[in-house]
């Protein structure tokens, strides 16, 4: 039993040997798996679910199941890349079917296919020939999308129906295809300076990285000491700014044990560093400080704290 859907109208591109079937066993295979690498790689942009691919007796036929440009880059791509295969390239846009038979599977026919199959004959080696249906649909897409197609004349089939051709205006293309390189490398030229520029800077300490921030919350005081340089006292010392790598952060109170961290901030990374410091312990036959000891100790503090 067999069920066919309605005919869609499709972009199709037809990919030919001429005279593939009278070549050797040996030699058809060799070409096939030669397309069938240039196929793939070609079809890398277009998503599978946008595509369907056929063998035909000649090559391979696609459909592509998105816009008509779509369809003109992936037939151009194919061609840029054919190099030395004898392969004729056909684009067509018209009416595809699908039908599933249970022995076979699903297949694609219509006419869409067919007229693809007649550019694809009327095209020399190395050639993209398109018909009049897909001149009209592309040009209906956007007004200036057939740019590139320029008229080649009529081509007569076998059934004697003649048919109105296009191919690929070739000083265009190399008009594009050099205006891509061009902003290709200009882009890469302008990567290159920034990345040398800012090397540069790097190296000659032009640009620095910004800087890490602690944020001190010591209780009751304490001299803050980086890399055993004093910054200040905290409070009313709250925070500082570091490089970013390793430092070794102490934090004195002769009256108590010091503090001692060891970081490695990156660049514009915060972090504070909360402490209080603990009384030291009395050590048997010592005595408390009098309180004319902690008058001076007090006295000394003060005029730390206000810069003398």
Not at 4 to 31: D, K, M, N, W, Y
Not at 96 to 116: K, S
Not at 158 to 185: F, K, N, P, S
Request: net charge neutral; hydrophobic share 45%; glycine share 8%.
């Amino acid at each position: 039993m067999t069920a066919a859907a309605a005919p869609t109208p499709v972009s199709v591109i037809a990919l030919a040997v001429h005279g593939l079937t009278g070549r050797t066993v040996t030699e058809q295979g060799q070409l096939r798996t030669q397309i069938e690498q240039l196929l793939h790689d070609a079809l890398q942009a277009l998503p599978p679910a946008r595509r369907i691919v056929l063998d035909a007796p000649q090559g391979f036929v696609v459909a592509v199941l998105d816009a008509c440009h779509t369809a003109l880059e992936l037939a151009e791509r194919v061609q840029a890349g054919a190099a030395a295969l004898p392969l004729c390239i056909g684009v067509n846009y018209g009416p595809v079917a699908i039908t599933e038979d249970a022995p076979r599977g699903h297949a694609l026919f219509g006419d869409g296919i067919t007229a693809a199959m007649t550019m694809a004959e009327a095209a020399a080696p190395g050639r993209m020939m398109a018909s009049r249906p897909f001149h009209e649909a592309l040009r209906a897409e956007a007004p200036d999308g057939t740019a590139r197609l320029i008229a080649a004349g009529m081509h007569t089939d076998a059934q004697v129906r003649t048919h109105e051709i296009y191919t690929l205006d070739q000083h265009a293309e190399r008009t594009r295809r050099r205006r891509l390189l061009m902003t290709g490398a200009a882009a890469f030229a302008g990567i290159l300076a920034v990345g040398v520029v800012a090397r540069m800077a790097l190296n000659n300490g032009w640009l620095q990285p910004a800087p890490a921030v602690i944020e001190f919350n010591i209780t009751p005081r304490g001299e803050i000491y980086v890399d055993g340089v004093l910054k200040g006292t905290s409070p009313p010392l709250t925070q500082l700014e570091v490089a970013p790598g390793q430092h070794v952060i102490e934090i004195r109170n002769s009256r108590f044990p010091p503090l001692t961290v060891d970081i490695n901030p990156v660049a514009a990374e915060k972090m504070t560093i909360t402490h209080t410091f603990s009384a030291k312990s009395t050590a048997p036959g010592s005595r408390d400080p009098s309180l004319r000891d902690k008058a001076r100790e007090g006295w000394r503090e003060f005029r730390r704290g206000i810069g003398f």
